[in-house]
C-alpha cells in the first residue's frame, strides 16, 4: 500500500509554476523493479533514490517543462516475470525508456527484450557479470560486484589478514563470478583461504556452514551473498560466536534488515561515500533526509538517483521532443556526468566511475571507514 501511494503522489510531480503556464508534455518512464518480498529493499531503494532526484530536477527545469510520470512493474526478482514486466512496458509507444530491472539475473534475462524493442533500458543496480554483451539498447550503472581488487586490497592494508574463509551463493550468477575473483585476489595478496563454504540461495539455516569457517579459524570472513541472504550469515556468525571481522562483498544491500545490530562492524565498498563533502553527494543526502527521515542512503539509493540525472541529462541532449533512439544515443555518449555515485562516462553499454568508498556498517547505517 506504502508503494502504491508513493507512485501515485510521484505522478502528480510537477514544478509548482508551470500550473499557470501551457499543459506539459508527458513524458512517461517505465520502472521494473523488485518492491514485494525478501528483495524489495532494492526496488524501494531506487524508487526512492529516483523521487529525489525527480523533485530536484523538477525543482530547477531539467526537463523544460515537461512532466516525468513513472510507470511502475513488479519483478519479484525472478527473471520470467522480469522479462514479461519489460515487454509490458516497451510495448507501450508513449513510454520513453525503462529503469530497471533490479538484479543482475534479471537484467540479463530482460535486456534481449529491450534491444528487440528498441527502448532504452537503465539496470540500475546490476552488478554481476554478464554472459554476453548487454546490447546497444541496455546501460549498466551500478558498480561491479565482481571486481573485488580495490576492497581486498584495502582490508589487506588495514587489517593484515593472513587467512581467511570464503562464502558463496551457489545459485547467483553475481556470486559465483565474484568467487572467482576473490580467489584471485587472495593469492595475490597473499592470502591463505582456509575455508570455502557455498550456500543456496534460498537457505535458511547457516550454522552448517559458519560452524565449519569457525573451526577453520580464519583472520576475516569474507562473504559475496546478496543481502537478505548476507545478513543471515552475519547474524549466525555472531550468535555462534565468530569474533573475527567481517568482509561483505562490493554489494551488501541492506543486510541491517536481517542481521540487525550484529551487522555493526561489517566493512565493505560502496559506490555511493554518504559522509563524502563532494557538494552533489551533500545536497542529495540532504535533501533525502528531509525526504525520508530516519534512512540513511545507501549506494541502491544512490543507483536510483543517478538513472534520472542520466536520463535528464541525456534527454536534454537528445532533441526537443526525444524518442527512444535519440535517447539511447544521448545516453551512449554520455560522458564525466556528475552523480553522487561518482563521475560517469558511459561505452556502450558500459559504465565507467571516478571512485568507490570504504564503508563501514555502524549503527545500521553505511558509513566512511576512516
Given at each position: 500500500?506504502?508503494?502504491?501511494?508513493?507512485?501515485?503522489a510521484?505522478?502528480?510531480?510537477a514544478?509548482?509554476?508551470?500550473?499557470?503556464?501551457a499543459?506539459?508534455?508527458?513524458?512517461?518512464?517505465?520502472?521494473?523493479?523488485v518492491?514485494?518480498?525478501?528483495?524489495?529493499?532494492?526496488?524501494?531503494?531506487?524508487?526512492?533514490?529516483m523521487?529525489?532526484?525527480?523533485?530536484m530536477?523538477?525543482e530547477?527545469?531539467?526537463f523544460?517543462?515537461?512532466k516525468?510520470?513513472?510507470?511502475?512493474?513488479?519483478t519479484?526478482g525472478?527473471?520470467?516475470?522480469?522479462?514479461?514486466?519489460?515487454?509490458?512496458?516497451?510495448?507501450?509507444s508513449?513510454?520513453?525508456?525503462?529503469?530497471g530491472p533490479?538484479?543482475?539475473v534479471?537484467?540479463?534475462?530482460a535486456?534481449?527484450i529491450?534491444?528487440?524493442?528498441?527502448?532504452?533500458?537503465?539496470?540500475?543496480?546490476s552488478?554481476?557479470?554478464w554472459?554476453?554483451?548487454?546490447?546497444?539498447?541496455?546501460?549498466?550503472?551500478a558498480?561491479?560486484?565482481?571486481?573485488?581488487?580495490a576492497l581486498?586490497?584495502?582490508?589487506?592494508?588495514r587489517l593484515?589478514?593472513?587467512?581467511?574463509?570464503?562464502?558463496?551463493?551457489?545459485?547467483?550468477?553475481a556470486?559465483?563470478?565474484?568467487l572467482?575473483?576473490?580467489?584471485a585476489?587472495?593469492?595475490r595478496?597473499?592470502?591463505?583461504?582456509?575455508a570455502?563454504e557455498?550456500?543456496?540461495?534460498?537457505?535458511?539455516?547457516?550454522a552448517?556452514?559458519?560452524?565449519r569457517?569457525?573451526?577453520?579459524?580464519?583472520?576475516?570472513?569474507?562473504?559475496?551473498?546478496?543481502?537478505?541472504?548476507?545478513?543471515?550469515?552475519?547474524?549466525?556468525?555472531?550468535?555462534?560466536?565468530?569474533?573475527?571481522?567481517i568482509?561483505a562483498?562490493p554489494?551488501?544491500?541492506?543486510?541491517?534488515k536481517v542481521?540487525?545490530?550484529?551487522?555493526?562492524?561489517?566493512?565493505?565498498q560502496?559506490?555511493?561515500?554518504p559522509?563524502?563533502?563532494?557538494?552533489v553527494?551533500?545536497?542529495?543526502?540532504?535533501?533525502?533526509?528531509?525526504?525520508?527521515?530516519?534512512v540513511?542512503?545507501?549506494?541502491?539509493?544512490?543507483?536510483?538517483y543517478?538513472a534520472?540525472?542520466?536520463?535528464a541529462?541525456?534527454?536534454?541532449?537528445?532533441?526537443a521532443?526525444?524518442t527512444?533512439?535519440?535517447l539511447?544515443d544521448?545516453?551512449?555518449?554520455?560522458?564525466?556526468?556528475?552523480g553522487?555515485?561518482?563521475?560517469?562516462?558511459?561505452?556502450?553499454?558500459?559504465?565507467?566511475?571516478?571512485?568507490a568508498a570504504?564503508v563501514?556498517?555502524?549503527?545500521g547505517?553505511?558509513?566512511?571507514?576512516?
Amino acid at each position: 500500500m506504502k508503494i502504491r501511494s508513493l507512485l501515485a503522489a510521484i505522478a502528480l510531480l510537477a514544478s509548482p509554476f508551470l500550473a499557470a503556464q501551457a499543459p506539459a508534455q508527458e513524458v512517461k518512464i517505465g520502472v521494473a523493479q523488485v518492491f514485494e518480498g525478501p528483495s524489495g529493499f532494492y526496488g524501494d531503494a531506487a524508487l526512492k533514490g529516483m523521487t529525489v532526484a525527480l523533485e530536484m530536477l523538477n525543482e530547477r527545469n531539467a526537463f523544460k517543462g515537461k512532466k516525468i510520470v513513472f510507470v511502475t512493474e513488479e519483478t519479484q526478482g525472478r527473471p520470467p516475470v522480469a522479462t514479461a514486466a519489460i515487454r509490458k512496458l516497451a510495448g507501450q509507444s508513449d513510454i520513453l525508456a525503462i529503469v530497471g530491472p533490479t538484479r543482475s539475473v534479471e537484467a540479463i534475462a530482460a535486456a534481449p527484450i529491450a534491444n528487440q524493442a528498441q527502448i532504452p533500458m537503465i539496470a540500475q543496480a546490476s552488478g554481476g557479470k554478464w554472459p554476453q554483451p548487454p546490447g546497444e539498447w541496455v546501460f549498466k550503472l551500478a558498480m561491479p560486484a565482481y571486481e573485488n581488487a580495490a576492497l581486498m586490497q584495502a582490508v589487506a592494508d588495514r587489517l593484515k589478514p593472513k587467512t581467511m574463509a570464503v562464502m558463496y551463493d551457489l545459485d547467483d550468477e553475481a556470486s559465483l563470478s565474484a568467487l572467482d575473483d576473490i580467489k584471485a585476489q587472495a593469492r595475490r595478496l597473499n592470502i591463505a583461504i582456509v575455508a570455502t563454504e557455498a550456500h543456496r540461495g534460498n537457505d535458511v539455516d547457516m550454522a552448517p556452514q559458519i560452524s565449519r569457517v569457525r573451526a577453520a579459524n580464519p583472520d576475516i570472513l569474507y562473504y559475496a551473498s546478496k543481502a537478505e541472504t548476507g545478513g543471515l550469515i552475519i547474524r549466525t556468525a555472531r550468535e555462534r560466536g565468530f569474533k573475527a571481522p567481517i568482509v561483505a562483498w562490493p554489494a551488501p544491500g541492506g543486510i541491517e534488515k536481517v542481521a540487525k545490530e550484529a551487522a555493526d562492524g561489517v566493512i565493505s565498498q560502496s559506490a555511493l561515500d554518504p559522509d563524502s563533502p563532494d557538494p552533489v553527494v551533500r545536497d542529495f543526502v540532504t535533501r533525502f533526509a528531509k525526504k525520508y527521515p530516519g534512512v540513511k542512503p545507501d549506494h541502491y539509493h544512490g543507483y536510483g538517483y543517478d538513472a534520472m540525472l542520466l536520463l535528464a541529462d541525456a534527454m536534454n541532449r537528445a532533441g526537443a521532443t526525444p524518442t527512444r533512439q535519440s535517447l539511447r544515443d544521448a545516453i551512449a555518449s554520455t560522458k564525466d556526468l556528475k552523480g553522487v555515485t561518482g563521475t560517469l562516462s558511459w561505452t556502450g553499454s558500459e559504465v565507467t566511475r571516478s571512485t568507490a568508498a570504504l564503508v563501514v556498517m555502524q549503527k545500521g547505517a553505511w558509513t566512511t571507514y576512516k
